[in-house]
């Protein structure tokens, strides 16, 4: 079986802040690389929230194009409040995916949407920041993929250093 694969663009990303939240979530859940446009990010020096130091592991490229960035057999996924966008809630993601994220002062180009093989929208009363979009689709790919994750072994792995606490059973 082929393991499915993720990629994500960030459009012109406003700040090192978003982007290190968002190399955080591409190491929680298994991103194999972020691709970014724009001059704005690279005007910092260090990934202030990636406290995973996932940019070790994850690559972070700026390109000029993110259709140029999209890997062989990605479907095209931009996440964008645009009229007539599918709800995340519906949609179903494909196996291998380019999830497109536009900047929080702005919104990916049409020419991009017009090449998307979706859109998608996270329904919520207002627009959410870049890193917490990030997260939001990562999630519920993991939680329609119908994986099983779960157990004190992924907790044990996965919490802080500092984490010991348990659950009483009754």
Same mark, same amino acid.
Not at 45 to 64: M, W
Not at 75 to 101: D, W
């Given at each position: ?57 994850? #690559? ?10 999209? #890997? ?30 536009? #900047? ?67």
């Amino acid at each position: 079986m082929n393991k499915s694969t993720v990629s994500i663009g960030l459009t012109n990303p406003k700040s090192p802040t978003n982007v290190g939240a968002v190399m955080r979530a591409a190491g929680c859940f298994d991103v194999e690389a972020v691709y970014y446009t724009g001059k704005r990010y690279q005007r910092a020096a260090k990934f202030d929230t990636d406290t995973q130091n996932a940019c070790n592991d994850i #690559p972070l490229e700026n390109v000029e194009c993110l259709l140029a960035a999209v #890997p062989e057999n990605a479907k095209i996924v931009c996440v964008e409040l645009a009229l007539g966008a599918t709800s995340l809630t519906e949609y179903q993601h494909p196996e291998n995916a380019f999830y497109i994220f536009g #900047p929080e002062d702005n919104s990916i180009s049409q020419q991009v949407i017009d090449r998307a093989d979706a859109v998608v929208y996270i329904p919520s009363k207002s627009c959410l920041n870049l890193a917490a979009s990030v997260n939001v689709v990562l999630y519920d790919r993991l939680a329609k993929s119908g994986t099983q994750f779960q157990g004190d072994d992924l907790i044990l792995q996965a919490r802080d250093q500092n984490n010991r606490i348990k659950v009483k059973k009754a």
